[in-house]
């Protein structure tokens, strides 16, 4: 296992690490920053996300200029970032800073997305993500971000830039998927 692999490998095991700190409370306090306040939980959760997601560019980039791409990097990393996106929107329908209907689309399109690279897969064909994938991800990464942080920064303005970020990563994780679909279509139409 080369070193981008291992890389996306340790975004997965982050993931619990994550969570964990998201939904338990340790009694660690909170503070007021940046016109809100956060839990040093759910501070350290962010972080942790932010660490995670800011490893799908690493692994990436390490990937591709090192001549390190593999068929299991092509797989792993697109797993590695619905597992953590898919996490990560759970848990802020939990604290109430996403609506449900967005998540449930999102994530549809993740396992519907996967579900064709299977397919793909069983023909010999490994797809890596195009550049609309990488912009809904970047999109997702951020809005995330953001309100995991609780509109860090934007709060005090009153302008809900996580919430703005996350429509927008709704229009592209929906153009993404049909442009993946339409895309392949034929090997989608041959397994029929």
Known sequence: MNLPNKITVSRILLIPIFIIFMVVDFGMGSFAVGG?????????????????????????H???????????????????DKLLVSAALIILVELGSAASWIVIIIISREFAVT??????????????????????????????????????FFEAINFPFGTIMLYIALFFTIWSGADYFYKNRRVLLDSM
């Open 36 to 60: 809100t306040t956060l839990s040093m939980e759910h501070l350290i959760g962010a972080l942790l996300f932010i660490i995670a997601a800011a490893t799908d560019w690493f692994d990436g």
């Open 62 to 80: 390490l990937a591709r200029k090192h001549n390190l791409v593999t068929n299991m990097g092509k797989f792993l990393d697109p797993l590695a």
């Open 115 to 152: 579900g064709l690279r299977l397919i793909l897969a069983g023909g010999g064909e490994v797809v890596a993500a195009n550049q609309l994938g990488k912009i809904k991800t970047a999109t997702q990464l951020v809005a995330i971000s953001f309100l995991l942080l609780n509109n860090i």
